[in-house]
């Protein structure tokens, strides 16, 4: 079956700095990626979605300029958590859809993100 | 508008017995993908299956078999003769076809005792 790809799966990183986590649909064209966060010992919710070649749509309460979202290629989306705190240590997971009725919407294993 | 309600917040199990946890869910698409996964104590998400709204076969891999009753909205999952390994918290999720857009369960975390 089709496969997402997110790189890093594990990050740390010190306070300030920013993390790109990326989101491959490698047999697949994904029109659309979309983004979910996961609190400890919570579900995973929906932050944004993005698709190829314009801005990212921003679930309520998500601050767009914390969480940049590019979706340049078809292949690929990234999340970059700009100037990271300890408050946004979490679960990041993508799912990557194709055309839509093309049946093709699969996630990504997840990248977990520490910040110390 | 979709909800997933993932009826059992937790179960308990001794080794080898069976366990059902029950998946209902709402959304007004008529074609959409239900989904179970396994997350363990170490964190990653496991994914175990995928169905399509159109198909109503049960599934069965293994020790896990899958309950599809599209006319309960029902997308139940039952691991039989479980193990201890088999401690998770588990998450059923929907996706409509046309937005893509996934709502997850609050997860049913699962522990089996030796």
């Known amino acids: 079956g089709a496969v997402v790809s997110q790189h890093p799966s594990w990050v740390i990183c010190k306070s300030g700095t920013s993390v790109k986590i990326e989101c491959r649909s490698l047999d697949f064209q994904a029109t659309t990626m979309f983004w979910y966060r996961q609190f400890p010992k919570q579900s995973l919710m929906l932050m944004a979605t993005?698709?190829?070649?314009?801005?990212?749509?921003?679930e309520q309460g998500v601050e767009k300029d914390k969480f940049l979202i590019n979706h340049a290629s078809l292949t690929l989306s990234t999340l970059t958590v700009t100037s990271a705190h300890p408050e946004d240590s979490s679960f990041y997971i993508c799912?990557?859809?194709?055309?839509?009725?093309?049946?093709?919407?699969?996630f990504g294993e997840g990248s977990r993100l520490t910040v110390l | 508008a979709q909800k997933v309600t993932q009826v059992q917040t937790e179960i308990s199990v001794v080794e080898k017995e069976d366990v059902t946890l029950d998946c209902v869910y709402e959304?007004?698409?008529?074609?959409?993908?239900l989904f179970w996964y396994k997350q363990p104590p170490s964190g990653e998400l496991v994914f175990l299956i995928r169905?399509?709204?159109?198909?109503?076969q049960n599934e069965i891999s293994g020790r896990y078999s899958w309950n599809f009753q599209k006319s309960t909205s029902s997308f139940n999952f039952t691991i039989t003769a479980s193990q201890v390994v088999d401690s998770a918290v588990y998450f059923c999720?929907?996706?409509?076809?046309?937005?893509?857009?996934?709502?997850f369960g609050d997860g049913t975390t699962l522990t089996v005792k030796p």
């Open positions: 993005s698709n190829e070649g314009s801005k990212a749509t921003y």
């Open positions: 169905r399509n709204s159109f198909d109503e």
């Open positions: 959304t007004r698409d008529t074609t959409y993908y």
């Open positions: 799912s990557a859809r194709g055309l839509a009725g093309s049946g093709e919407l699969f």
């Open positions: 999720a929907l996706s409509g076809a046309v937005s893509g857009k996934s709502t």
